[in-house]
Protein backbone atom coordinates (compact mmCIF):
# COMPACT_ATOMS: atom_id res chain seq x y z
CA UNK A 1 0.00 0.00 0.00
CA UNK A 2 1.17 3.35 -1.09
CA UNK A 3 2.12 5.70 2.03
CA UNK A 4 1.85 2.95 4.28
CA UNK A 5 3.34 5.25 6.97
CA UNK A 6 0.59 7.35 6.20
CA UNK A 7 -1.46 8.42 9.62
CA UNK A 8 -4.45 7.60 8.01
CA UNK A 9 -6.01 4.87 7.29
CA UNK A 10 -9.31 5.48 5.09
CA UNK A 11 -9.74 8.26 2.48
CA UNK A 12 -12.94 9.82 2.08
CA UNK A 13 -14.59 11.11 -1.08
CA UNK A 14 -17.55 13.07 -0.78
CA UNK A 15 -19.71 15.99 -2.46
CA UNK A 16 -22.79 16.75 -3.64
CA UNK A 17 -24.69 15.03 -6.84
CA UNK A 18 -22.89 15.63 -10.24
CA UNK A 19 -19.71 16.88 -8.74
CA UNK A 20 -17.94 14.47 -10.36
CA UNK A 21 -16.56 12.35 -7.30
CA UNK A 22 -16.95 8.99 -8.46
CA UNK A 23 -15.10 9.27 -11.48
CA UNK A 24 -12.31 11.29 -9.20
CA UNK A 25 -12.20 8.50 -6.55
CA UNK A 26 -11.63 5.68 -9.66
CA UNK A 27 -8.87 7.65 -10.90
CA UNK A 28 -7.66 8.03 -7.13
CA UNK A 29 -7.99 4.52 -6.43
CA UNK A 30 -5.84 3.27 -9.12
CA UNK A 31 -3.29 5.43 -8.53
CA UNK A 32 -2.94 4.52 -5.08
CA UNK A 33 -3.98 0.57 -5.65
CA UNK A 34 -6.93 1.51 -3.53
CA UNK A 35 -10.51 -0.20 -3.32
CA UNK A 36 -13.89 1.87 -3.17
CA UNK A 37 -16.59 1.48 -0.47
CA UNK A 38 -19.63 3.13 -1.84
CA UNK A 39 -21.52 5.75 0.60
CA UNK A 40 -24.80 5.73 -1.47
CA UNK A 41 -27.74 4.95 -0.21
CA UNK A 42 -29.39 3.75 -3.28
CA UNK A 43 -26.61 2.31 -5.25
CA UNK A 44 -26.99 -1.02 -3.56
CA UNK A 45 -29.70 -1.65 -4.51
CA UNK A 46 -29.67 -4.09 -7.41
CA UNK A 47 -31.13 -3.13 -11.22
CA UNK A 48 -31.57 0.90 -9.81
CA UNK A 49 -28.96 1.77 -12.15
CA UNK A 50 -29.70 5.37 -13.81
CA UNK A 51 -31.89 6.55 -11.57
CA UNK A 52 -29.44 6.03 -9.20
CA UNK A 53 -26.67 6.97 -11.22
CA UNK A 54 -24.43 4.37 -10.65
CA UNK A 55 -22.10 4.86 -13.59
CA UNK A 56 -20.20 1.44 -13.55
CA UNK A 57 -18.17 1.89 -16.12
CA UNK A 58 -16.68 4.61 -14.31
CA UNK A 59 -14.97 1.85 -12.40
CA UNK A 60 -12.95 1.11 -15.40
CA UNK A 61 -9.63 2.60 -16.40
CA UNK A 62 -7.66 1.57 -19.10
CA UNK A 63 -8.92 -1.79 -18.96
CA UNK A 64 -8.36 -2.06 -15.41
CA UNK A 65 -12.10 -2.39 -13.10
CA UNK A 66 -11.59 -0.82 -9.64
CA UNK A 67 -12.30 -3.37 -7.28
CA UNK A 68 -15.67 -2.01 -5.41
CA UNK A 69 -18.13 -2.60 -2.47
CA UNK A 70 -21.49 -1.71 -1.02
CA UNK A 71 -23.21 -1.74 -4.71
CA UNK A 72 -25.48 -3.95 -5.94
CA UNK A 73 -25.86 -6.26 -2.61
CA UNK A 74 -29.75 -5.93 -2.03
CA UNK A 75 -32.77 -6.07 -3.98
CA UNK A 76 -35.22 -3.38 -5.16
CA UNK A 77 -37.77 -3.19 -2.71
CA UNK A 78 -35.82 -4.13 0.21
CA UNK A 79 -35.43 -1.06 3.44
CA UNK A 80 -31.96 -0.99 3.82
CA UNK A 81 -30.71 1.09 6.45
CA UNK A 82 -28.20 2.62 8.40
CA UNK A 83 -27.23 0.22 10.92
CA UNK A 84 -27.08 -2.08 8.10
CA UNK A 85 -24.63 -0.14 6.30
CA UNK A 86 -22.11 0.87 9.37
CA UNK A 87 -21.88 -3.08 9.85
CA UNK A 88 -21.38 -3.99 6.15
CA UNK A 89 -18.77 -0.76 5.93
CA UNK A 90 -16.28 -1.89 8.43
CA UNK A 91 -16.74 -5.81 7.07
CA UNK A 92 -15.30 -4.10 3.48
CA UNK A 93 -13.12 -1.86 5.48
CA UNK A 94 -11.19 -4.97 7.10
CA UNK A 95 -10.74 -6.76 3.85
CA UNK A 96 -9.67 -3.77 2.13
CA UNK A 97 -6.93 -3.83 4.88
CA UNK A 98 -6.46 -7.23 4.38
CA UNK A 99 -5.62 -6.71 0.84
CA UNK A 100 -3.13 -4.07 1.51
CA UNK A 101 -4.82 -1.76 -0.44
CA UNK A 102 -6.12 1.78 0.29
CA UNK A 103 -10.19 1.76 1.68
CA UNK A 104 -11.56 4.98 -0.36
CA UNK A 105 -14.99 5.67 0.49
CA UNK A 106 -17.08 7.64 -2.25
CA UNK A 107 -20.18 9.02 -1.63
CA UNK A 108 -22.87 11.52 -1.04
CA UNK A 109 -25.20 10.07 1.86
CA UNK A 110 -24.08 11.91 4.88
CA UNK A 111 -26.01 9.91 7.31
CA UNK A 112 -23.72 6.74 6.23
CA UNK A 113 -20.44 8.54 5.92
CA UNK A 114 -20.98 10.38 9.21
CA UNK A 115 -22.35 6.77 11.02
CA UNK A 116 -18.65 5.18 9.93
CA UNK A 117 -16.56 8.47 11.10
CA UNK A 118 -18.32 8.93 14.25
CA UNK A 119 -18.70 5.41 14.84
CA UNK A 120 -21.94 5.69 15.95
CA UNK A 121 -23.51 3.47 18.45
CA UNK A 122 -26.11 1.80 16.11
CA UNK A 123 -28.17 -1.40 16.50
CA UNK A 124 -31.01 -2.77 14.66
CA UNK A 125 -33.81 -0.50 15.74
CA UNK A 126 -37.10 -2.86 15.81
CA UNK A 127 -40.62 -1.11 14.51
CA UNK A 128 -42.26 1.29 17.64
CA UNK A 129 -45.95 0.99 15.44
CA UNK A 130 -47.41 3.41 18.30
CA UNK A 131 -44.67 6.27 17.37
CA UNK A 132 -45.25 5.07 14.01
CA UNK A 133 -49.13 5.70 14.44
CA UNK A 134 -48.90 8.83 16.48
CA UNK A 135 -47.07 10.36 13.86
CA UNK A 136 -49.24 9.45 11.05
CA UNK A 137 -50.92 12.48 8.96
CA UNK A 138 -48.17 14.76 9.79
CA UNK A 139 -46.69 16.00 6.43
CA UNK A 140 -42.77 15.95 5.63
CA UNK A 141 -42.50 19.61 7.23
CA UNK A 142 -43.69 18.90 10.62
CA UNK A 143 -41.76 15.57 10.53
CA UNK A 144 -38.59 17.48 9.53
CA UNK A 145 -39.18 19.95 11.83
CA UNK A 146 -39.36 17.41 14.83
CA UNK A 147 -36.04 15.49 13.18
CA UNK A 148 -34.33 19.05 13.75
CA UNK A 149 -35.04 18.54 17.61
CA UNK A 150 -33.00 15.54 17.68
CA UNK A 151 -28.61 16.57 17.79
CA UNK A 152 -27.35 13.29 17.34
CA UNK A 153 -27.64 11.48 13.27
CA UNK A 154 -30.64 12.53 11.66
CA UNK A 155 -32.25 14.98 10.22
CA UNK A 156 -33.68 16.30 6.73
CA UNK A 157 -30.69 15.03 4.36
CA UNK A 158 -31.73 11.46 2.95
CA UNK A 159 -35.07 12.31 4.59
CA UNK A 160 -37.02 13.49 1.45
CA UNK A 161 -40.63 10.94 1.92
CA UNK A 162 -42.61 10.93 4.96
CA UNK A 163 -41.93 6.94 5.48
CA UNK A 164 -38.25 7.89 5.78
CA UNK A 165 -38.83 10.73 7.97
CA UNK A 166 -40.74 8.82 10.03
CA UNK A 167 -38.47 5.86 10.27
CA UNK A 168 -35.45 8.84 11.16
CA UNK A 169 -37.78 9.95 14.25
CA UNK A 170 -38.04 5.93 15.30
CA UNK A 171 -34.95 5.37 15.20
CA UNK A 172 -33.91 8.22 17.48
CA UNK A 173 -36.59 7.59 19.74
CA UNK A 174 -34.54 4.32 20.25
CA UNK A 175 -31.79 5.55 21.26
CA UNK A 176 -32.72 8.40 23.17
CA UNK A 177 -34.78 5.38 25.58
CA UNK A 178 -31.47 3.19 25.49
CA UNK A 179 -28.57 5.02 26.15
CA UNK A 180 -26.27 2.37 27.40
CA UNK A 181 -25.78 1.01 24.39
CA UNK A 182 -22.48 -0.05 23.22
CA UNK A 183 -20.70 -1.08 19.91
CA UNK A 184 -16.79 -2.09 19.72
CA UNK A 185 -15.83 -0.95 16.01
CA UNK A 186 -12.36 -0.38 14.32
CA UNK A 187 -10.46 3.08 14.46
CA UNK A 188 -10.88 4.98 11.60
CA UNK A 189 -8.30 8.02 10.87
CA UNK A 190 -9.80 9.24 7.67
CA UNK A 191 -8.46 11.82 5.51
CA UNK A 192 -11.43 13.79 4.18
CA UNK A 193 -11.51 14.96 0.69
CA UNK A 194 -14.56 17.13 -0.69
CA UNK A 195 -15.09 17.83 -4.41
CA UNK A 196 -16.42 21.25 -4.47
CA UNK A 197 -18.40 22.28 -7.66
CA UNK A 198 -19.78 25.64 -8.12
CA UNK A 199 -23.55 26.38 -7.70
CA UNK A 200 -24.14 27.20 -11.07
CA UNK A 201 -22.02 24.42 -12.92
CA UNK A 202 -23.78 22.31 -10.58
CA UNK A 203 -27.57 22.96 -11.28
CA UNK A 204 -26.29 22.67 -15.37
CA UNK A 205 -24.92 19.17 -14.68
CA UNK A 206 -28.03 18.07 -13.12
CA UNK A 207 -30.65 19.08 -15.40
CA UNK A 208 -28.06 17.91 -18.25
CA UNK A 209 -27.51 14.59 -16.80
CA UNK A 210 -31.18 13.89 -16.04
CA UNK A 211 -32.43 14.58 -19.66
CA UNK A 212 -29.55 12.06 -20.39
CA UNK A 213 -30.68 10.06 -17.84
CA UNK A 214 -34.33 9.72 -19.26
CA UNK A 215 -33.06 9.47 -22.81
CA UNK A 216 -30.86 6.69 -22.03
CA UNK A 217 -34.25 4.66 -20.52
CA UNK A 218 -34.43 5.84 -17.15
CA UNK A 219 -38.75 5.10 -17.54
CA UNK A 220 -38.01 1.75 -18.55
CA UNK A 221 -35.87 1.10 -15.81
CA UNK A 222 -38.45 2.04 -13.36
CA UNK A 223 -41.41 0.15 -15.71
CA UNK A 224 -39.16 -3.00 -15.48
CA UNK A 225 -38.71 -2.82 -11.43
CA UNK A 226 -42.62 -2.50 -11.28
CA UNK A 227 -42.93 -5.32 -13.89
CA UNK A 228 -40.32 -7.85 -11.52
CA UNK A 229 -43.43 -7.36 -8.89
CA UNK A 230 -41.98 -4.12 -6.73
CA UNK A 231 -44.19 -2.25 -5.60
CA UNK A 232 -45.08 1.55 -5.98
CA UNK A 233 -44.75 2.71 -2.56
CA UNK A 234 -41.49 0.92 -2.31
CA UNK A 235 -39.92 2.87 -5.39
CA UNK A 236 -41.78 5.95 -4.06
CA UNK A 237 -39.84 5.14 -0.82
CA UNK A 238 -36.47 5.60 -2.27
CA UNK A 239 -37.05 9.35 -3.24
CA UNK A 240 -36.47 11.97 -5.81
CA UNK A 241 -36.10 9.48 -9.91
CA UNK A 242 -37.63 6.56 -8.52
CA UNK A 243 -40.41 8.92 -6.52
CA UNK A 244 -41.37 11.34 -9.66
CA UNK A 245 -40.34 8.37 -12.35
CA UNK A 246 -43.03 5.81 -10.74
CA UNK A 247 -45.64 8.86 -9.85
CA UNK A 248 -45.29 9.14 -13.86
CA UNK A 249 -45.22 5.93 -15.12
CA UNK A 250 -48.81 5.37 -12.45
CA UNK A 251 -50.25 8.22 -14.87
CA UNK A 252 -49.97 10.17 -11.73
CA UNK A 253 -47.74 13.34 -13.14
CA UNK A 254 -47.26 14.42 -16.91
CA UNK A 255 -43.98 13.88 -18.65
CA UNK A 256 -43.63 17.43 -18.19
CA UNK A 257 -44.84 17.47 -14.71
CA UNK A 258 -42.28 14.92 -13.69
CA UNK A 259 -39.28 16.40 -15.12
CA UNK A 260 -40.00 19.68 -14.00
CA UNK A 261 -40.73 18.51 -10.32
CA UNK A 262 -37.77 16.17 -10.25
CA UNK A 263 -35.03 18.43 -11.69
CA UNK A 264 -36.32 21.03 -9.04
CA UNK A 265 -35.84 17.99 -6.32
CA UNK A 266 -32.32 16.93 -7.23
CA UNK A 267 -31.02 20.63 -6.66
CA UNK A 268 -32.75 20.97 -3.21
CA UNK A 269 -31.30 17.12 -2.58
CA UNK A 270 -27.51 18.79 -3.44
CA UNK A 271 -28.17 21.88 -1.60
CA UNK A 272 -29.36 19.56 1.76
CA UNK A 273 -25.63 17.17 0.98
CA UNK A 274 -23.45 20.39 0.87
CA UNK A 275 -25.60 21.42 4.00
CA UNK A 276 -24.50 18.12 5.47
CA UNK A 277 -20.75 18.57 4.54
CA UNK A 278 -21.36 22.02 6.32
CA UNK A 279 -22.79 20.83 9.10
CA UNK A 280 -19.80 17.75 9.54
CA UNK A 281 -17.02 20.85 9.71
CA UNK A 282 -19.06 22.81 12.30
CA UNK A 283 -18.80 19.68 14.30
CA UNK A 284 -15.33 19.29 13.49
CA UNK A 285 -14.93 17.01 10.65
CA UNK A 286 -11.67 18.42 8.84
CA UNK A 287 -12.59 18.50 4.75
CA UNK A 288 -10.21 19.50 2.21
CA UNK A 289 -11.82 20.82 -0.98
CA UNK A 290 -10.88 20.36 -4.19
CA UNK A 291 -12.08 21.82 -7.10
CA UNK A 292 -14.01 19.74 -9.60
CA UNK A 293 -12.76 21.16 -12.48
CA UNK A 294 -8.93 20.87 -11.75
CA UNK A 295 -7.46 18.40 -13.75
CA UNK A 296 -7.33 15.16 -12.46
CA UNK A 297 -3.90 14.92 -12.28
CA UNK A 298 -3.57 17.95 -10.33
CA UNK A 299 -6.42 16.66 -7.74
CA UNK A 300 -4.27 13.07 -7.27
CA UNK A 301 -1.33 14.75 -6.35
CA UNK A 302 -3.11 17.13 -3.89
CA UNK A 303 -5.02 13.90 -2.28
CA UNK A 304 -1.39 11.79 -2.16
CA UNK A 305 0.64 15.38 -0.50
CA UNK A 306 -2.27 15.00 2.26
CA UNK A 307 -1.64 11.18 2.93
CA UNK A 308 2.16 12.06 4.13
CA UNK A 309 0.80 13.97 6.91
Known amino acids: MVYSNSPYNLIVVLGPTASGKTTFAAHLA???????????????????????????????????????????????GYKYNVFEYQADFFKAFEQVQANKHWPIMCGGTGMYIESVLKKYKLINVPVNQELRDSLQGKNLQELSGILSTYKSLHNQTDTDTVKRAIRAIEIEEYYKENPEIEVELPDVNPLIIGVNIDREARRRKITSRLKKRLDEGMIDEVKQLLDSGVEPEDLIYYGLEYKYLTMHVMGQLSYKQMFDKLNVAIHQFAKRQM??????????????????????????ANVTDLLKG
Not at 42 to 50: E, T
Not at 54 to 69: F, N, S, W
Not at 279 to 284: D, S, V, Y
Open 275 to 300: TWFRGMERKGANIHWIDAFDSMNDRI
Open 30 to 76: KYLDGEIISADSRQLYRGMDLGTGKDIEDYTIDGYTIPHHLIDIVDA
